[in-house]
């Protein structure tokens, strides 16, 4: 009986992961390989095999959505990792009032993304938006923003949003560094900027790479704002996979077309997930050396 009760306590958890997870995923999966419309029970459909995968392989929007969708995914991910660790850096210091910069830097995030898209669709109205009010203030013309330049603000819109996001992990990061660490690299003449780039962090990349990584993800899957800001427009400027992908199951009634690409889908999150990991190994190894160094120094 011993050995068995810490499988009988993990046995809830895992039928609640096999019915909410495993199942799901596996009848996505199912689908994608037969000819499914919503009018029809999946038992009712032609097996159709890698059909799909090979229509969808050669179909020119959904590969102009696969490119949107990693153009996408590497801007506000590379952008938001430079702003949030830069701003983790500079608030990781003990000043008046420095509780409350933070508090309003997370704000954005905890904002619902229907409000986010809805907010920044007001701001960039071509006439009355805010953005362009102020540019012409300034003495500059009025931005096309939600024509010639969707794609830039819906990168604009999720970068403010999600940055905080980066910001509360690498700050937490950073404070948990050991001290001993920073003062043996200061005692050896080191500049802040040394400081940050040869200790800092080293020893805060396997968190900054784990961060990197469910932001990815999450960039992936970004739907609502840009559904709200430019409904994937103009053209396929703006239609990201996630977005394709509901509009294929619920616009073209093509449920197995949809399955496939979520498989697309799944497979490239998965191939991206265990290159991190990978790297993430690697970087630790690193840091682990590095702290083997510096407790020697000592």
């Not at 999600?162 to 660490?181: D, G, H, K, V, Y």
């Not at 739907?223 to 430019?230: A, M």
């Amino acid at each position: 009986m011993n050995r068995m009760t810490p499988y009988l306590f993990m046995a809830p958890a895992a039928v609640i992961i096999v019915i909410t997870l495993l199942y799901p995923l596996g009848y996505m999966v199912y689908g994608s390989f037969r000819d499914w419309d919503p009018s029809q029970t999946i038992g009712e459909t032609e097996w159709v095999g890698l059909r799909n995968y090979i229509v969808l392989y050669g179909d020119p929007a959904f590969r102009e959505s696969l490119w949107v969708t990693l153009k996408f995914a590497f801007w506000v991910v590379t952008i938001e990792m430079i702003l949030g660790v830069g701003l983790a850096l500079l608030l990781d210091r003990n000043l008046r009032g420095m509780s409350v910069l933070r508090t309003l830097f997370i704000l954005p995030m905890m904002i619902a993304p229907v409000v986010v898209g809805l907010m920044w669709r007001y701001m960039y109205h071509p006439t009355v938006g805010t953005i362009n009010r102020w540019l012409k203030e300034f003495g500059f013309s009025g931005v096309d923003w939600l024509g010639q330049n969707a794609l830039l603000s819906v990168i604009i819109a999720d970068v403010w949003q999600w940055t905080p996001f980066i910001f509360i992990l690498a700050l937490a990061a950073l404070q948990s560094l050991p001290s001993s660490a920073i003062e043996a690299a200061r005692m050896d003449g080191a500049t802040n900027w040394k400081a940050i780039w040869h200790i800092k962090l080293p020893l805060m990349m396997p968190v900054l790479i784990v961060t990197c990584l469910l932001r990815l993800i999450d960039a992936f899957k970004v739907l609502e704002v840009i559904l709200v800001l430019t409904e994937g427009g103009p053209g396929l400027s703006t239609e990201i996979l996630a977005l394709r992908i509901s509009r294929t199951a619920t616009e073209f009634r093509e449920l197995g077309t949809a399955a496939a690409m979520s498989g697309y889908l799944m497979l490239l999150l998965m191939t991206l997930t265990a290159a991190m990991f990978i790297y993430t190994k690697l970087v630790e190894r690193r840091a682990q050396r590095l702290a083997r160094i510096v407790a020697e120094a000592e």
